[in-house]
């Protein structure tokens, strides 16, 4: 059918003169343009809602007593953080009422480059849930480890026309903005009439007012109040965060008023298997939001049309005459339960079952893997006692944010080790994309661990592999574990692996069902909390220590960092 005959069919079904595909009878609606919930029918044409009153029709669901909202929307969250693949994802949200996620490819990206954006596109293409795209900005993020790509805007530009690219990812480089670097400016150029996404942790004042003059206009970094209100009154749209690790929405909530809740948005950001299944998705912040003393639809606007308005989908996040037809129809509000999802006015979950069936979910990973280690032993892994005091990463706890702390080391035949009775522990990053050879080393507080060793592929965000351990010997067993997976995480002690969970994607995500890599997800946990970890989600910390552009001390393959200094420091602490 031509596109003026649709529109002719809809304008006929929204005046009652022809029947509609399908009607949803009864409901009660959740207007999120007006807050209220009103009693109505709607109609749906060709996909899209027709109308929203009084209709009737061949095709009628019968939802007396039931909610019918907008299919939620995810706002920021990085794909890869979940290992699972888009479309073992998509299965595990469409079941939790999300229809629709703006995702980051920049941890692929930083592995694979380009092909690992074309991956994602390519991956994600026909889900029943709808994944558009911001382009990685950071890749490398910073100029301070090494990653497996690097990222021009020459480059990012030949993805403009992607229908689902929307535009530029969080600018993580906000030091290469405020000093006018020539590559940051180029890129935020390039995509200056697109979405242009904004990470400026703590960030405040003049520097601030620079950032968001350069055109960026989003943040999801925020952890208290002050910094989340600062940004606000300067136009930036509040993405409060709720995710596996980072969790700010409790704290963050009571800045979204009635007055100004249209530029905030719950978003999820990092989220790890065993949270999907426990928890859920968006619909869990929901219910954390009108547990908090939030009504209901405001809560729903702000994984609906608030996220929509900020991304520019004018089609979406709404019940309302002209929008898509993604529907949820919820027989509760609080908690939120998902009784049916309608993607484009059909119906693909119902009762616990997707109606296409349990197809397989498996992708094809082709040349996906990437792990290109220089050999190396043990004693790459000493360090050589030469002062009294050192630079240790401090951990907070439920915070991607660490202290810089100034220490003395333990010290045993020459060299610095674990000191397990002061929870002083070892660190390193392997350099796993070039064969450098770069080791970097440290020591963090607050890991907890008593013995053993973990360690990741998944390392934020260049992903080469980080390990954490109280001797020597168990932290090349676990790096060496990972290394041999082809990517993944491992639990060691004594040498022996214990626990681990192959990553063959990049060395980022898995190509096996939710439950299975929920499961050995588990069980790492597990193990580490018999190893004595005090953080219950040890890998995803572990994950975030290498991130340099996080206050305030991380460790990359190149060394220790200063995130707040913005450059590399040394291991020993003058003084």
């Known amino acids: 059918m031509k596109r003026i005959d649709r529109l002719k069919k809809l304008i006929r079904v929204a005046r009652g003169k022809q029947a509609p595909d399908l009607v949803l009878k009864g409901g009660r609606v959740l207007n999120v343009f007006s807050g209220e919930i009103l009693r109505a029918d709607v109609a749906v044409c060709d996909g899209i809602i027709a109308g929203v009153g009084s209709y009737d029709g061949p095709a009628v669901i019968d939802v007396a007593g039931d909610y019918i909202s907008p299919g939620f929307m995810d706002g920021h969250m990085h ?3 979940t290992l699972l693949s888009p479309a073992e ?14 995702a980051d490819p920049h941890e692929i990206a930083n592995v694979l480059g380009i092909e690992g954006i074309r991956f994602m596109l390519a991956a994600s293409e026909g889900l029943p849930v709808d994944i558009c795209f911001l382009l990685p900005s950071c890749v490398p993020a910073t100029d301070l480890e090494t990653s497996g790509a690097s990222l021009s805007a020459a480059e990012l530009k030949t993805f403009r026309r992607e229908k689902r690219v929307l535009g530029l990812a969080e600018m993580m480089n906000y030091p290469g903005v405020l000093s006018g670097s020539d590559s940051v400016v180029e890129k935020l150029i390039a995509f200056r009439s697109g979405i242009r996404d904004g990470h400026a ?3 405040s004042g003049k520097g601030l007012n620079a950032y968001i003059a350069a055109g960026l206009r989003s943040d999801h970094e925020c952890t208290v109040m ?5 940004k606000l009154r300067l136009g930036m749209h509040i993405m409060i965060r709720e995710g596996t690790l980072a969790k700010n929405l409790k704290e963050l909530l009571p800045l979204a008023t009635p007055g100004n809740s249209r530029h905030c948005s719950m978003v999820t950001d990092d989220l790890h298997p065993h949270d999907l299944i426990a928890m859920g998705h968006l619909d869990h912040l929901i219910d954390i939001a009108v547990g908090e003393g939030m009504a209901p639809v405001e809560a729903v606007r702000m994984v609906t049309c608030n996220t929509a308005r900020y991304f520019g989908l004018r089609d979406v996040g709404a019940v309302a005459p002209g929008y898509r037809a993604d529907l949820l129809i919820l027989p509760s509000l609080a908690p939120v339960r998902v009784r049916s999802v309608i993607k484009g006015g059909r119906k693909v979950f119902d009762d616990g079952c997707f109606t296409d069936g349990e197809e397989t979910t498996r992708t094809e990973c082709g040349q996906m893997s990437a792990m290109n280690v220089r050999p190396f032993d043990r004693e790459a892994f000493a360090v050589p006692s030469r002062g009294e005091r050192i630079r240790v990463i401090g951990l907070i706890p439920n915070q991607i944010l660490t202290k810089l702390l100034i220490l003395e080391p333990a010290v045993r035949d020459g060299a610095v080790v674990s000191d397990v009775g002061r929870d002083i522990l070892k660190l390193t990053v392997v350099e796993r994309h070039r064969a450098t050879g770069r080791i970097g080393l440290g020591f963090v507080q607050g890991f907890g661990l008593k013995e053993g060793a973990l ?4 390392a934020h965000d260049s992903h080469n592999i980080i390990a954490v351990g109280c001797d020597d010997g168990d932290l090349f067993a676990a ?3 990972v290394e041999e997976m082809n990517g993944g995480l491992a639990a060691v002690r004594n040498g022996e692996l214990l626990a681990g969970l192959p990553l063959p994607i990049a060395g980022l995500m898995s190509d096996r069902p939710l439950a299975e890599v929920a499961r050995g997800w588990e069980k790492l946990r597990r193990v580490a909390r018999d190893f004595g970890s005090a953080p219950a989600e040890p890998f995803m910390v572990l994950s975030f220590l290498a991130l340099p552009v996080i206050p305030e001390l ?17 291991l020993y602490a003058a003084g």
């Not at 994802?89 to 703006?102: D, F, N, P, S």
């Open 79 to 81: 794909l890869e953080s």
């Open 89 to 102: 994802l998509a299965r595990a949200v469409l079941a939790r009422g999300t229809t629709a996620i703006i």
């Open 201 to 203: 942790p703590l960030l």
């Open 226 to 230: 002050a910094e989340a209100q600062e």
């Open 455 to 458: 360690a990741s592929s998944v």
């Open 479 to 481: 790096v060496k574990a």
């Open 554 to 570: 991380k460790l990359t393959d190149r060394g220790l960092v200063d995130v707040n200094l913005f450059e590399h420091v040394p």
